[in-house]
C-alpha cells in the first residue's frame, strides 16, 4: 500500500481486535447479529478507551481485546451510543498507544485516507483510498447519519468493521461502519465528530444525554419509486406489536405523505417517547391506519 509508514506504524499499534460474547436471550441475537460478536477497535486515550462501533458490543458487558502485540486482555463496556452507532471499551493500564480523533470538517472529497482493521486477534490488514462522499446518510434499520465519510478500498478484504479511517497525518476521521462489498468495496464511515462532541457524556453516563433519544418502532424498509415499504418488523418490537407486516406500502404518517425513508424517520422522531404514530398503509389493495407506539431504541437494545 502507498500509506506513509511512520503514521501507518502509529495507526496499527494503536488498533486493537475485539471479541465479545453476548448472551443468547439478548433481542440484538434474534436480528441477526448474532452471540459471538468480532470486530475493530482505536485506543483513544492513553489510559486504555477504546473506540468501536456499538453493533460489536450490543448486549454485551465485556471483552477480550487482543492488542497489536497479541496481548490479550480483558475489557469492560462503558458506552453504547445508538444515535451514532459509536461504542466505547476499557481496558486497564496506561501509556497505551493512541490516535487523536478529529473532526471529519477537516476532510474534503477526493483527500486520500488509509485504514487498518482487525482480521481476529494479533492479525491487521491495511488499505488506502480516496474520500468519495461527505453528506447523510439514512439505512433500513433506522438509522440516519447527518453526515457520514464514505471511502474507497482497494483489498479484497479490508477486514472486520469498527476500525480507523486516517487522514495522511494519522489522525482518526471516522470509524468504518459498514462495507458495501456489491459497490466496488467502498466503506461508510461515522464521523469522528460523532465522538468528540458526546466523549465526556459518553464515559460518564454510559450514553447521550445531551441529545434527544433516537426513537424507533422497530422496522426495516426501503423506498421504491417515491413509496417506502416495510421488509421486515423486528420481532417483539412495536412494530411488530401494533400489526405492522412485511409488504406494507406507508402511505402517510401522522397525516403527512410518505415518499422517502428518511420523511418516516423524521415523523416518528417529532414524537415523545410512548407516544404513537399513526400510519397509513396499503395492503392487498386495501388501506390500514395503524398506530405505534414509538420507543426509545436504548431500551429495546440497551
Request: aromatic share 4%; with cysteine.
Amino acid at each position: 500500500m502507498n500509506a506513509n509508514p511512520l503514521p501507518l506504524q502509529k495507526v496499527a499499534r494503536a488498533t486493537v481486535a475485539i471479541h465479545c460474547q453476548v448472551p443468547p436471550a439478548h433481542p440484538s441475537v434474534a436480528i441477526g447479529l448474532g452471540a459471538d460478536r468480532r470486530g475493530t477497535g482505536t485506543i483513544v486515550s492513553a489510559d486504555g478507551l477504546i473506540l468501536t462501533v456499538n453493533y460489536v458490543v450490543m448486549g454485551a458487558e465485556n471483552a477480550i481485546v487482543t492488542l497489536a502485540g497479541g496481548e490479550q486482555v480483558p475489557a469492560r463496556v462503558v458506552a453504547r451510543d445508538f444515535t451514532t452507532s459509536l461504542g466505547l471499551l476499557k481496558i486497564d493500564g496506561r501509556g497505551f498507544p493512541h490516535l487523536d480523533a478529529v473532526s471529519s470538517e477537516t476532510c474534503a472529497l477526493g483527500d486520500e485516507v488509509f485504514m487498518v482493521s482487525s482480521l481476529g486477534g494479533e492479525k491487521r490488514c491495511g488499505d488506502t483510498g480516496l474520500i468519495t462522499y461527505l453528506g447523510q446518510f439514512d439505512a433500513a434499520w433506522e438509522f440516519v447519519l447527518e453526515r457520514c465519510v464514505c471511502v474507497t478500498a482497494s483489498a479484497l478484504n479490508i477486514g472486520l468493521n469498527g476500525g480507523p479511517i486516517c487522514n495522511s497525518r494519522g489522525q482518526l476521521i471516522a470509524v468504518s461502519y459498514l462495507t458495501f462489498a456489491d459497490l466496488i468495496r467502498p466503506i461508510l464511515g461515522i464521523p469522528a465528530e460523532c465522538f468528540l462532541s458526546g466523549r465526556d457524556e459518553l464515559i460518564r453516563h454510559g450514553h447521550r444525554v445531551s441529545t434527544p433519544p433516537r426513537l424507533w418502532l422497530g422496522l426495516l424498509s426501503y423506498t421504491l419509486r417515491e413509496h417506502v415499504v416495510i421488509a421486515g418488523v423486528m420481532p417483539g418490537s412495536p412494530g411488530e406489536k401494533a400489526g405492522l407486516r412485511q409488504g406494507d406500502l406507508v402511505l402517510t404518517a401522522d397525516g403527512a405523505e410518505i415518499h422517502e425513508r428518511k420523511a418516516l424517520y423524521d415523523a416518528i422522531n417529532r414524537h415523545r417517547p410512548g407516544e404513537c404514530v399513526q400510519l397509513r398503509v396499503l395492503r392487498n389493495n386495501e388501506v390500514h391506519t395503524i398506530d405505534v407506539a414509538a420507543i426509545i431504541v436504548d431500551e429495546f437494545l440497551g
